[in-house]
């Protein structure tokens, strides 16, 4: 007897496993289930258009008819669907294959990869620089690496997430200073004092609103106050500044700024890859002590190769990035003369600050209806009442894509009675 219930034991306790594995399983469905109604009730439920052909101005899209101008990418430059850009990512895909199945320290590194570094450092003039699979990892692995308990970070509150996130990571103290408020900044400075290193941590370009950080300001109070300076120029880099060199360019401080973050997935090509460019000191220190750097496989050759050829255009003129200020200009100019609100200053990213979350989704679903790709930004991706239709000029935009553009916004603004 004992010797048949010993036999159907394992069976037994295999059930209840079973059971309770799909109880556990049932009540992760509701919970999931529970947040996803959230999303939809709230109204901030992100659908995803389907575009079935390459980046660039003009595009197709899955469900609408024909030609259709695309407003909202990030593809600042042009240089996403680049012929000579295409055509170094299919050789160096050729001659260097499709990935390295390593990190870096290990088999992960190839001349490519070494020669891409060089040239973003002397693009931005820097010692080194140190590739990322996005600048999202790039932002995760500095703080950690870099600072410790003795030290303090002092960041923007509208920073990028991937900075709130990275340092959220490390074990500075943290202070977080009203946007581009420079008093409230140099209150904070004054009692980071007691720390042991001081690094102020701003993007150069703020993506919802355009608006460009105050870096002269920003790097006279670093010097007064013994900080350095850390800046994320992911909405800046290709464009910004006489050769494109970004916001430290523009506005004439690269001297003063210490690191430098960005991106090889917006203006230098949009495949993919980030990057940090400073002293040779630090990127030798992410070398060995940063986590997504350690633990993540080499950028793939055929990205090194693309975004190495987009650097070389912009390197060899700056015609391109020059080309951008203009076209930006007629945009906001006519927009406003229309009636509309623009965000931000002069930057290729120009929010259409609608206010009503409703109005800016229900223009937006208009206007590509009307053959303009636009986007609806809305809480909590911005404030509340603060939601807006973003758009971003391209320097592939011609001027009558532009005025197409404006004309759509007008009739559609008047239908929803944005305009009067």
């Not at 004054?190 to 703020?206: E, I, M, N, S």
């Not at 960005?262 to 230098?268: E, F, I, Q, R, V």
Request: hydrophobic letters at 40%; proline letters at 4%; glycine letters at 8%.
């Amino acid at each position: 007897m004992w010797c048949r219930q010993l036999r159907r034991a394992p069976l037994s306790l295999g059930l209840r496993s079973s059971t309770r594995a799909q109880s556990a399983l049932a009540q992760l469905k509701h919970v999931l289930e529970g947040e996803l109604e959230g999303i939809r009730g709230a109204g901030t439920w992100k659908s995803e258009r389907v575009i079935t052909s390459k980046q660039g101005p003009h595009i197709h899209v899955e469900g609408s008819r024909g030609d259709i101008l695309n407003f909202c990418a990030n593809n600042y430059l042009g240089l996403s669907s680049h012929p000579e850009v295409i055509h170094a990512g299919l050789d160096t895909l050729e001659r260097y294959g499709a990935g390295l199945s390593s990190v870096r320290f290990i088999c992960g590194t190839q001349n490519i990869h070494k020669d891409l570094e060089e040239k973003i450092a002397r693009f931005h003039r820097r010692e080194d620089a140190i590739l990322y699979a996005s600048c999202f990892d790039a932002n995760a692995g500095i703080f950690e690496a870099l600072l410790t308990p003795e030290d303090a970070v002092l960041s923007d509150e509208l920073n990028h997430a991937s900075i709130i996130d990275g340092i959220r990571l490390c074990k500075a103290n943290k202070y977080r200073f009203k946007h581009m408020d420079m008093q409230d900044l140099e209150s904070k400075l004054q009692d980071a004092q007691k720390h042991r290193l001081r690094l102020v941590a701003t993007d150069g370009a703020f993506s919802m609103d355009g608006d460009i950080a105050p870096l002269r300001e920003i790097c006279s109070l670093s010097q007064k106050y013994n900080a350095i300076v850390f800046v994320d120029e992911c909405h800046a880099t290709g464009f910004l500044g006489p050769n494109g060199r970004g916001t430290d360019e523009l506005l004439g401080v690269m001297d003063q700024v210490a690191i430098i973050n960005s991106t090889l997935g917006k203006a230098l090509g949009g495949a993919a890859g980030g990057y940090t460019t400073g002293p040779k000191a630090l990127i030798d220190l992410l070398r060995q002590r940063s986590r997504p750097y350690l633990f993540s496989n080499s950028l793939p050759p055929a990205v090194v190769g693309c975004a190495s050829k987009a650097l070389d255009l912009l390197m060899e003129s700056n015609a391109i990035a020059q080309s951008m200020a203009a076209k930006t200009t007629r945009f906001r100019s006519k927009m406003a003369a229309a009636g509309f609100t623009i965000s931000g200053n002069n930057h290729p990213i120009c929010p259409v600050m609608l206010g009503d979350a409703r109005l800016a989704s229900l223009m937006a679903d208009d206007m590509l209806k009307r053959g303009i790709y636009v986007i609806g930004f809305s809480y909590p991706v911005v404030p509340k009442g603060k939601a807006r239709i973003r758009v971003q000029i391209s320097a592939v935009h011609s001027e009558e894509d532009i005025d197409r553009c404006v004309e759509t916004f007008i009739e559609v603004g008047r239908k929803h009675g944005a305009l009067p």
